[in-house]
Protein backbone atom coordinates (compact mmCIF):
# COMPACT_ATOMS: atom_id res chain seq x y z
CA UNK A 1 0.00 0.00 0.00
CA UNK A 2 1.95 3.11 -1.49
CA UNK A 3 -0.69 5.61 -0.49
CA UNK A 4 -2.82 7.78 -2.98
CA UNK A 5 -0.57 9.28 -5.47
CA UNK A 6 -1.02 12.50 -7.78
CA UNK A 7 0.87 14.06 -10.60
CA UNK A 8 2.40 16.72 -11.59
CA UNK A 9 2.84 17.88 -8.00
CA UNK A 10 3.08 21.51 -9.77
CA UNK A 11 1.21 22.74 -13.10
CA UNK A 12 1.78 26.34 -14.37
CA UNK A 13 -0.36 27.46 -17.01
CA UNK A 14 -1.59 30.37 -19.28
CA UNK A 15 -4.80 31.02 -19.42
CA UNK A 16 -7.21 29.22 -21.93
CA UNK A 17 -5.16 26.35 -21.99
CA UNK A 18 -6.44 22.98 -21.01
CA UNK A 19 -4.84 20.84 -18.17
CA UNK A 20 -5.49 17.35 -16.61
CA UNK A 21 -4.51 15.58 -13.66
CA UNK A 22 -4.40 12.61 -12.72
CA UNK A 23 -4.57 10.18 -9.36
CA UNK A 24 -3.89 6.71 -7.75
CA UNK A 25 -5.97 6.30 -5.16
CA UNK A 26 -4.79 3.33 -2.78
CA UNK A 27 -5.49 -0.41 -4.03
CA UNK A 28 -9.14 -1.86 -3.83
CA UNK A 29 -10.13 1.64 -2.70
CA UNK A 30 -13.53 1.92 -4.07
CA UNK A 31 -14.25 5.34 -3.87
CA UNK A 32 -12.27 8.23 -4.92
CA UNK A 33 -12.65 11.91 -4.01
CA UNK A 34 -11.94 15.31 -5.57
CA UNK A 35 -11.60 18.58 -3.39
CA UNK A 36 -10.28 22.03 -4.25
CA UNK A 37 -8.87 24.03 -1.87
CA UNK A 38 -7.67 27.51 -2.03
CA UNK A 39 -5.37 29.82 0.14
CA UNK A 40 -6.88 30.30 3.74
CA UNK A 41 -9.92 27.82 3.54
CA UNK A 42 -10.37 24.20 3.36
CA UNK A 43 -10.47 22.04 0.76
CA UNK A 44 -14.32 21.82 -0.98
CA UNK A 45 -15.74 19.08 -2.48
CA UNK A 46 -15.84 18.79 -5.98
CA UNK A 47 -16.96 15.57 -6.89
CA UNK A 48 -16.63 11.48 -6.34
CA UNK A 49 -16.47 8.07 -8.08
CA UNK A 50 -18.28 4.66 -6.73
CA UNK A 51 -15.72 2.52 -8.87
CA UNK A 52 -16.15 3.67 -12.17
CA UNK A 53 -19.43 5.68 -12.16
CA UNK A 54 -19.30 9.17 -11.10
CA UNK A 55 -21.89 9.93 -8.49
CA UNK A 56 -22.38 13.30 -7.07
CA UNK A 57 -20.99 16.50 -8.58
CA UNK A 58 -20.50 20.02 -6.54
CA UNK A 59 -22.33 22.97 -8.09
CA UNK A 60 -18.10 24.07 -8.20
CA UNK A 61 -17.55 21.88 -10.67
CA UNK A 62 -18.47 23.90 -13.75
CA UNK A 63 -19.06 22.61 -17.20
CA UNK A 64 -15.39 23.57 -17.47
CA UNK A 65 -14.42 20.82 -15.39
CA UNK A 66 -14.89 17.00 -16.22
CA UNK A 67 -13.39 13.80 -14.18
CA UNK A 68 -13.50 10.30 -15.27
CA UNK A 69 -12.51 6.70 -13.41
CA UNK A 70 -12.20 4.54 -15.84
CA UNK A 71 -12.09 0.99 -14.90
CA UNK A 72 -12.52 2.36 -11.16
CA UNK A 73 -9.24 2.57 -11.24
CA UNK A 74 -6.99 6.27 -11.35
CA UNK A 75 -8.83 9.03 -12.25
CA UNK A 76 -8.40 12.14 -13.76
CA UNK A 77 -9.62 15.84 -13.53
CA UNK A 78 -9.58 18.10 -16.57
CA UNK A 79 -10.40 21.83 -16.87
CA UNK A 80 -10.98 23.42 -19.73
CA UNK A 81 -10.19 26.54 -20.90
CA UNK A 82 -8.59 27.58 -18.12
CA UNK A 83 -9.28 30.97 -15.89
CA UNK A 84 -7.25 32.71 -13.03
CA UNK A 85 -10.20 31.51 -10.65
CA UNK A 86 -8.86 28.20 -10.70
CA UNK A 87 -6.08 28.45 -9.42
CA UNK A 88 -6.02 26.27 -6.54
CA UNK A 89 -4.82 22.98 -4.85
CA UNK A 90 -6.60 19.71 -5.96
CA UNK A 91 -6.87 17.31 -3.98
CA UNK A 92 -7.61 13.25 -4.21
CA UNK A 93 -8.80 11.14 -1.99
CA UNK A 94 -9.97 7.45 -1.52
CA UNK A 95 -11.63 4.98 0.46
CA UNK A 96 -12.81 1.89 1.71
CA UNK A 97 -16.28 0.93 1.59
CA UNK A 98 -17.02 -2.73 1.77
CA UNK A 99 -15.57 -5.60 -0.42
CA UNK A 100 -12.62 -7.68 1.00
CA UNK A 101 -11.71 -4.92 3.44
CA UNK A 102 -13.59 -3.51 6.72
CA UNK A 103 -15.47 -0.73 5.46
CA UNK A 104 -14.84 2.74 6.36
CA UNK A 105 -15.24 6.00 5.31
CA UNK A 106 -12.49 7.26 6.44
CA UNK A 107 -10.81 9.12 3.53
CA UNK A 108 -7.08 9.40 2.48
CA UNK A 109 -5.57 12.42 0.89
CA UNK A 110 -2.90 12.37 -1.81
CA UNK A 111 -0.44 15.24 -2.14
CA UNK A 112 -2.02 17.34 -3.97
CA UNK A 113 -1.78 19.05 -7.32
CA UNK A 114 -0.54 22.89 -7.00
CA UNK A 115 -2.57 25.13 -9.95
CA UNK A 116 -1.12 28.30 -10.99
CA UNK A 117 -3.41 29.87 -13.87
CA UNK A 118 -1.10 32.87 -15.04
CA UNK B 1 -25.80 23.17 4.95
CA UNK B 2 -23.56 22.02 7.13
CA UNK B 3 -21.10 24.38 8.29
CA UNK B 4 -17.89 23.49 10.37
CA UNK B 5 -15.91 26.36 12.37
CA UNK B 6 -12.78 26.09 13.75
CA UNK B 7 -11.57 28.41 16.70
CA UNK B 8 -8.95 29.97 16.84
CA UNK B 9 -7.52 30.45 13.37
CA UNK B 10 -4.12 30.38 14.61
CA UNK B 11 -2.49 29.61 18.06
CA UNK B 12 1.40 30.20 18.69
CA UNK B 13 2.52 28.08 22.04
CA UNK B 14 6.08 27.64 23.79
CA UNK B 15 7.40 24.10 23.44
CA UNK B 16 6.00 21.65 26.09
CA UNK B 17 2.47 23.22 26.26
CA UNK B 18 -0.79 20.98 26.49
CA UNK B 19 -3.26 22.47 23.70
CA UNK B 20 -6.71 21.96 22.97
CA UNK B 21 -8.39 23.29 19.18
CA UNK B 22 -11.95 23.49 18.90
CA UNK B 23 -13.56 22.40 15.93
CA UNK B 24 -17.96 23.02 15.83
CA UNK B 25 -20.74 21.65 13.31
CA UNK B 26 -24.14 23.09 12.57
CA UNK B 27 -25.79 19.57 11.62
CA UNK B 28 -25.62 17.21 14.40
CA UNK B 29 -26.82 14.21 11.63
CA UNK B 30 -23.43 13.40 11.30
CA UNK B 31 -21.44 9.57 10.18
CA UNK B 32 -18.03 10.36 11.26
CA UNK B 33 -15.45 13.30 12.12
CA UNK B 34 -11.92 13.53 11.23
CA UNK B 35 -8.89 15.60 12.31
CA UNK B 36 -6.01 16.34 9.76
CA UNK B 37 -2.80 17.95 9.66
CA UNK B 38 -1.46 19.72 6.79
CA UNK B 39 1.76 20.88 6.52
CA UNK B 40 2.38 24.15 4.23
CA UNK B 41 1.74 23.37 0.21
CA UNK B 42 1.32 20.21 1.41
CA UNK B 43 -1.54 17.25 1.39
CA UNK B 44 -3.64 16.22 4.27
CA UNK B 45 -2.76 13.29 6.69
CA UNK B 46 -5.25 11.88 8.62
CA UNK B 47 -4.94 11.87 12.92
CA UNK B 48 -7.67 10.66 14.09
CA UNK B 49 -11.61 9.69 12.90
CA UNK B 50 -13.91 9.26 15.38
CA UNK B 51 -17.15 7.50 14.43
CA UNK B 52 -20.54 8.88 15.57
CA UNK B 53 -21.37 6.49 17.88
CA UNK B 54 -18.22 7.07 19.99
CA UNK B 55 -17.38 9.43 22.30
CA UNK B 56 -12.78 10.14 21.83
CA UNK B 57 -10.31 8.53 20.00
CA UNK B 58 -6.48 8.70 21.50
CA UNK B 59 -3.27 8.74 19.11
CA UNK B 60 -0.04 8.87 20.67
CA UNK B 61 0.01 12.70 22.37
CA UNK B 62 -3.20 13.13 20.49
CA UNK B 63 -7.02 12.83 21.84
CA UNK B 64 -10.09 14.09 20.02
CA UNK B 65 -13.42 14.37 21.77
CA UNK B 66 -16.71 14.38 19.80
CA UNK B 67 -20.05 15.70 21.60
CA UNK B 68 -22.69 15.07 18.80
CA UNK B 69 -25.82 16.35 19.77
CA UNK B 70 -23.86 19.74 20.52
CA UNK B 71 -22.15 20.40 17.52
CA UNK B 72 -18.09 20.18 19.01
CA UNK B 73 -15.04 18.43 18.93
CA UNK B 74 -12.14 18.75 20.81
CA UNK B 75 -8.19 17.82 19.30
CA UNK B 76 -5.96 17.85 22.78
CA UNK B 77 -2.46 17.60 22.61
CA UNK B 78 -0.02 17.16 24.85
CA UNK B 79 3.49 17.96 25.55
CA UNK B 80 3.50 19.80 22.12
CA UNK B 81 6.86 20.05 20.13
CA UNK B 82 7.93 22.51 17.14
CA UNK B 83 7.87 19.27 14.84
CA UNK B 84 3.71 19.53 15.52
CA UNK B 85 3.72 23.51 14.05
CA UNK B 86 1.19 22.94 10.94
CA UNK B 87 -2.40 23.65 10.21
CA UNK B 88 -4.93 21.28 11.63
CA UNK B 89 -8.30 21.03 9.75
CA UNK B 90 -11.69 19.20 11.22
CA UNK B 91 -14.15 17.61 8.90
CA UNK B 92 -17.35 15.71 9.55
CA UNK B 93 -18.56 13.23 6.90
CA UNK B 94 -22.29 13.64 6.03
CA UNK B 95 -24.10 11.07 4.52
CA UNK B 96 -26.14 12.79 2.74
CA UNK B 97 -27.33 11.41 -0.73
CA UNK B 98 -24.33 8.56 -0.17
CA UNK B 99 -21.20 10.36 -1.14
CA UNK B 100 -20.49 10.30 2.59
CA UNK B 101 -18.05 13.59 1.61
CA UNK B 102 -16.08 15.80 3.98
CA UNK B 103 -17.36 19.33 4.57
CA UNK B 104 -14.00 21.05 6.42
CA UNK B 105 -13.05 23.82 8.60
CA UNK B 106 -10.80 26.59 7.59
CA UNK B 107 -8.45 24.98 10.27
CA UNK B 108 -6.04 26.34 13.26
CA UNK B 109 -2.77 27.08 12.11
CA UNK B 110 -0.31 25.99 15.14
CA UNK B 111 3.28 27.21 15.91
CA UNK B 112 4.76 25.15 18.40
CA UNK B 113 7.98 27.69 19.81
CA UNK B 114 11.13 26.18 20.80
Known amino acids: DTGVSQDPRHKITKRGQNVTFRCDPI?????LYWYRQTLGQGPEFLTYFQNEAQLEKSRLLSDRFSAERPKGSFSTLEIQRTEQGDSAMYLC????????????????FGPGTRLTVT | KQEVTQIPAALSVPEGENLVLNCSFTDSAIYNLQWFRQDPGKGLTSLLL?????REQTSGRLNASLDKSSGRSTLYIAASQPGDSATYLCAVTDPGAGSYQLTFGKGTKLSVIP
Open chain 1, 27 to 31: SEHNR
Open chain 2, 50 to 54: IQSSQ
Open chain 1, 93 to 108: ASSATGGKITPSYEQY
